[in-house]
Structures are given as structure tokens and as C-alpha cells.
């Protein structure tokens, strides 16, 4: 058992795990690729590519300059230092992001047939995003704005 | 130079930026913060595995003209018969995986942001165990941003996969499902452990100022060099929550219905498509299925076969025979429904009898439509339902040509697209 651990780097119930999932994943691959191999090898590839080397960074990146000017601006050193205002901001950029991210293809009218296949407007979207992002934005700003009242010296 | 590159080779000197773990500063990434994200995906993708296979069954794919998957050999070993009852079952099953998987969403993003830094493990490889589970990690990330991505692209009719939805998000499932229960195995005890390393109860009343990274752990997710935390766990947990709820509020309401459809702002199916009898939600217009002209063609009559007979209808003929109603709603694969609509018509086991075949094992129905889905097939206790109609009316008026005038089929707790419109042939077979 030892011997095993120290070729492979971890236990046998590892190794058996490994194994089963590679296997499935081969036998439902044989169907999955049947048809168009490079292109669903290319989402498939795709998704993680996208998500962990475009999308992390992207958000991240963001972040990082929302963080680092919110350390910079020196508007009123005594409300800056007891209220931070970077999470009101984080907040409902990352909400409204979210919502950009998960319903774009509405909010931006990608779909040709959306309106011929279900009667209804595709019209309505771009607008609701904007008003619920709105929405969010208020309410974070008067959150904000009530935080520095109550801090308020006096 | 030479000796830079060999010190990188062997590990002893990762490449700059993030390959090196001083990189990564955020002093929140720890094993319990990624635990409790860890846990709420393995009862949500549970769910979601659980609520996809039912839907799977729920197409009867054995029957002729369902499968559009007619390899998944193994993957068809569970199937049972569908059940007709409840008749709101496949509304709450298909509601509870599209909206759940709305709502997993952010807290599958958090759950990779937690571990991103173990993708730029330097070196990359050190034992045949860490290949091998790379390899697989790939498989779990990279199938379940294949899952949801094609999930959330066929609810919005953005139709870019390459292929047919149900397929790729069939085989897709079952490649990420062996990959997940594998990660599962090889963490959970690490889960375990990692959750019993802090009070939930503690961290919910820590504020940012007080918010102290985790101590160093053995799988090197704690930054060695963290900087100053600008929010809290409790505030990352609100905020995932804040998106998981956002996300919820403005779709639960397409697969509620009534007023509550009003709601669901961003959803695919916000709005009615009109008013009165006929202003439910339209799967597939018949302008779409390019059925407008044939449908509403005086010449329509319905082919009845069976055993050895067979006979036409027209729909005065199936108007005039005994009619028999039924509240029943209709439930798309895309997650959304209606309210229970008053359907009249014909019932299925009528017309098996009248075509000489009182007790049979399915039905083959044709369409006008002659496109994916356009003909289907029914199990026999489909068929023998009292309430499984061939409906000529809804909510007290013809249908519309919309709703498949001048005749379609509706059966309790049938997937939508399987409640055939514009409907030209029953076959009944023994």
C-alpha cells in the first residue's frame, strides 16, 4: 500500500475514482462527439478556457481597480476611513453583471426566431436590464447614503 | 538563463504572475469558504442530475419518433414508465432544474473563483495522481460551463451549439456527472473537515474589520501573502445570495404563471402572448411550424388507424362524438408553464376503441408539423388516462390555430412539445 502511494501520489480508492469517471466520461464522449467532434470539442474546451481565462480575469481586473481607486481618492479622509464605499459599488455592479451575464442573448436580442416561435415582444429586455440595474444602484446609494448619516459625527 | 529555466522545470522556481502563489491575495480564498460552496453545489447538481433524468423519462424515449439520443445505451438502463399523475408533476421536476440551475449559477462562480489559483499550480504536474486528477478537473469545469451555457442558450432560443440541445446537454451531463461524483469522492472527507473548521454561526457575525484570513492549509488555497480583506465571509455569502436571489425573483414567475408571470422581468416567458381563452403561452407558433395555411384547410380530417381498420374524421364528426374535460397545464422542457388550462375534446381511449384497439401499448401521432417533434409517440397508460385528450377546445373557445387547431393532443403531466398540435394521424398499436 505504501509502496503504491508513493508511485502514484495518492490512494488506490484515488486511482479507482479516476478511472470511473474517465470511463464514463469516454463512453458518453463516443455519443457526445458523434456528430460535429472539433466543434463540441471546441465549446467543451471552450467553456473552461472561457470562464477561467476570460471571464475570472475580466471580473477580477475589474475589481482590482474599483479596490485600488477606492484606496486612492482622499475626497474626506474621516467619512472615506469610516465608511467605505467600495461594497456599494461591488454590489450592484456584480448583481447587475450577473444578470447581463446569465440573460444577454435576451437582453441583447441574439435569438432570430425568438418572436416567430412564441408571439411574443423581444423588445422589452434591454430595458427591463437597465431598469432593474438602476433600481439596484439606487438602493445601494441611499444604503450608502443612510451608512455615512449615521456615522456622521454629532 | 539556463539555470532560471531549470529551476522552472523542476519546480523549484515558478514562472512569474500566476504561477507563483504570492500572486494570489485575497484573503478570503480558504478550504471552508470553498467547502461551503463546495456543499451547496452537491445538494444543488444532485438535484439537477436527479431533475434531468426524470425529464429524460418523461419522453418515454423507448417509443418510436421520441429519441433524439438513440445511443445512450447505458445511459436508458434506469427508464421506467411515465406516470400521468400528478398531473403537475413535470411542471414542478422541469420548473425546480431550470430555475435551480438559474440559481446555482453564481454560486458555481464563486466556487471556481475560490479554487482559481490551483489552475496555476506550479509545477503543473508532480505525481501521476495530480495528471490524472487535472485531466478530470477539466472534465468537471468544462462540462459544467457546457452545462449551464447550453442550458441558459436553449431557454433563450439562442440556438449557436453545435448540434441538436438535447443531445449535448444529454451526453454533456453524463461526461460532467462521472467527473463530479469522482471530485466528490476524493474531496469530501477535505469538505468534511473543512466545514467543521469554522462556526457558520461565527462567520455570519463577523464584520470586514475583524475578517482574518484562514490558517495555512495543506492544499495551499490560503494566499501566503493576503492582503487586507475589503469585505467580509459573511459579506461574500450575502452577495452570492443577492445574485442567487436576483436571479430567482426575476424568473420564478414564467413557471408560476397568473400574476405572478408579470414578474419575471428578464425571463423568456414574461409576458402573455394575448388575451382571452386562447392568450396562454404558445410553445411553437404555427407560423414558426409553417402549419398556418394547412391547418386551417377545410379538407382537414383525421386519420384513425389501428388493428386492421382504419377511418377518417372530420372535425364536426369529432365534435359530435361524446366530449369529456379536463384542467390541465402545460409544462415546457425550457423551465416554464402555465396555469391549469379547461381543455375539451375527445378522449384518447375513445378514439383507440372506436379504432378497434381498446387497450394499446402506444400511439404514433403525426402532426402537420413536420419538424423536430412534429410526430410522437405515447405509452399505453398515456393513452388510457381519462383525462388524455384530443382536444378541440380550451377555456370554452376553439383553439386557435396556435394552440393547434383543429385538433391536438393533451395528456397530464406530459412534457409540453409531446402534447402534439395541428394533429393529422392517431396510429394505435396493440
Known amino acids: 500500500m505504501r509502496r503504491f502511494a508513493d508511485l502514484y501520489g495518492a490512494s488506490p480508492l484515488h486511482l479507482l475514482a479516476m478511472l470511473a469517471s474517465v470511463a464514463l466520461a469516454g463512453y458518453a464522449a463516443l455519443e457526445l462527439f458523434s456528430s460535429e467532434p472539433i466543434l463540441v470539442l471546441v465549446w467543451f474546451v471552450g467553456a473552461a478556457i472561457g470562464h477561467d481565462l476570460v471571464l475570472l480575469p475580466l471580473y477580477a481586473l475589474v475589481d482590482m481597480a474599483l479596490v485600488r481607486s477606492s484606496r486612492r481618492r482622499r475626497v474626506d479622509e474621516v467619512t472615506a476611513r469610516a465608511v467605505p464605499w467600495v461594497n456599494y459599488v461591488r454590489v450592484p455592479l456584480l448583481v447587475s453583471g450577473l444578470l447581463l451575464l446569465v440573460y444577454f442573448p435576451s437582453i441583447l436580442r441574439l435569438s432570430s426566431g425568438y418572436e416567430t416561435t412564441t408571439n411574443l415582444s423581444a423588445d422589452p429586455y434591454l430595458g427591463r436590464w437597465l431598469l432593474v440595474s438602476g433600481v439596484v444602484f439606487v438602493a445601494s446609494a441611499a444604503a450608502y447614503a443612510l451608512r455615512l448619516r449615521r456615522s456622521a459625527p454629532g | 538563463m539556463v539555470t532560471r529555466l531549470r529551476e522552472m522545470a523542476t519546480g523549484e522556481q515558478a514562472p512569474p504572475g500566476p504561477f507563483r502563489r504570492g500572486f494570489w491575495r485575497s484573503p478570503l480564498r480558504g478550504p471552508w469558504l470553498t467547502s461551503v460552496f463546495g456543499l451547496l453545489l452537491l445538494v444543488g447538481v444532485t438535484i439537477l442530475f436527479a431533475t434531468g433524468l426524470l425529464s429524460y423519462a418523461a419522453y418515454n424515449p423507448e417509443l418510436a419518433g421520441n429519441d433524439l439520443t438513440p445511443g445512450h445505451g447505458l445511459f436508458g438502463s434506469y427508464l421506467f414508465d411515465w406516470p400521468t399523475r400528478p398531473s403537475w408533476l413535470y411542471r414542478v421536476t422541469q420548473g425546480t432544474h431550470v430555475l435551480l440551475g438559474l440559481v446555482l449559477i453564481p454560486v458555481l462562480l464563486a466556487k471556481l473563483w475560490s479554487v482559481i489559483p490551483k489552475l496555476f499550480d506550479w509545477p503543473p504536474v508532480r505525481t501521476p495522481a495530480q495528471a490524472i486528477e487535472r485531466a478530470s478537473l477539466l472534465l468537471l469545469v468544462g462540462g459544467a460551463v457546457f452545462e449551464f451555457v447550453t442550458g441558459l442558450l436553449n431557454i433563450q432560443y439562442w440556438y449557436v451549439f453545435p448540434g441538436s440541445f438535447y443531445t449535448l446537454h444529454f451526453y454533456g451531463g453524463w461526461v460532467f456527472i462521472g467527473a463530479f461524483a469522482a471530485h466528490v469522492t476524493i474531496k469530501l472527507p477535505t469538505m468534511t473537515r473543512a466545514l467543521r473548521s469554522r462556526s457558520l454561526r461565527v462567520e455570519l457575525r463577523t464584520d470586514t474589520a475583524h475578517t482574518q484570513p484562514e490558517p495555512p492549509d495543506p492544499d495551499d488555497l490560503v494566499s501566503p501573502d493576503p492582503a487586507q480583506a475589503t469585505v467580509s465571509r459573511r459579506g461574500v455569502l450575502g452577495l452570492v445570495g443577492a445574485g442567487s436571489l436576483a436571479l430567482f425573483a426575476l424568473t420564478v414567475g414564467q413557471s408560476l404563471g397568473g400574476f405572478w408571470r408579470g414578474t419575471a422581468l428578464l425571463a423568456p416567458r414574461a409576458q402573455d402572448p394575448g388575451t382571452g381563452p386562447n392568450g396562454f403561452q404558445i410553445n411553437k407558433t404555427a407560423l414558426s411550424a409553417g402549419v398556418t395555411d394547412s391547418a386551417q384547410d377545410d379538407r382537414w380530417r383525421l386519420e384513425l388507424l389501428g388493428g386492421d381498420s382504419g377511418m377518417s374524421l372530420s372535425r364536426d364528426e369529432l365534435l359530435a362524438l361524446p366530449q369529456h374535460t379536463a384542467d390541465l397545464p402545460i409544462a415546457c422542457v425550457e423551465g416554464w408553464s402555465t396555469e391549469p388550462q379547461t381543455w375539451t375534446g375527445v378522449p ?33 397508460n398515456q393513452v388510457l388516462d381519462g383525462d388524455s385528450l384530443l382536444a ?37 398499436e396493440v
Do not use: M, Y
Open chain 2, 348 to 380: 384518447l381511449r375513445d378514439l383507440a376503441a372506436t379504432a378497434g384497439v381498446s387497450s394499446p401499448q402506444s400511439v404514433f401521432v403525426e402532426s402537420l408539423d413536420d419538424g423536430t417533434f412534429g410526430s410522437t409517440s405515447l405509452r399505453g
Open chain 2, 392 to 428: 378541440l377546445q380550451v377555456n370554452g373557445a376553439d383553439l386557435s390555430v396556435d394552440h393547434g387547431f383543429p385538433a391536438r393532443v393533451i395528456v397530464p403531466n406530459n412534457p409540453g412539445v409531446h402534447n402534439t398540435k395541428w394533429v393529422t394521424r392517431l396510429t394505435f
